[in-house]
Nanobody
Framework: QVQLLESGGGGVQAGGSLRLSCAAS??????LGWFRQPPGKEREFVAT????????TYADSVKGRFTVSRDNAKNTVYLQMNSLTPEDTAVYYC?????????????????WGQGTQVTVSR
């Protein structure tokens, strides 16, 4: 089993920044993804990182604004979000999978955090 604990959500004005954290514990994971679900919409992929080597990939909507990184010593993955817009308002989830193959598909992830709310106001 893997436990994921997100933190760092909150409210911010457009143009501002937030950093989300996802602390992982339990069995070894190979990659961790960030997803989000805007109000009234489907869950969507945001970013993912391989635990070994740090390979990353991003959704086009966040590329250049968001950065995913990891701290292996702390078993924690971060999502630095800059230049936030109201369209980034969503519940953000981290998810982990035991496969090292990068995936943008939520159903490929076996473990999920509880989610953290990010609200960007105009």
């Amino acid at each position: 089993q893997v436990q994921l604990l997100e933190s760092g959500g909150g409210g911010v004005q457009a143009g501002g920044s937030l950093r989300l954290s996802c602390a992982a514990s339990g069995r070894t994971i190979s990659s961790l993804g960030w997803f989000r679900q805007p109000p009234g919409k489907e869950r969507e992929f945001v970013a993912t990182i391989r635990w070994d080597g740090g390979f990353t990939t991003y959704a086009d909507s966040v590329k250049g604004r968001f950065t995913v990184s990891r701290d292996n010593a702390k078993n924690t993955v971060y999502l630095q979000m800059n230049s936030l817009t109201p369209e980034d308002t969503a519940v953000y989830y981290c998810a982990a999978r035991t496969s090292s193959i990068i995936s943008r598909i939520g159903s490929h992830y076996e473990y999920w955090g509880q989610g953290t709310q990010v609200t960007v106001s105009r």
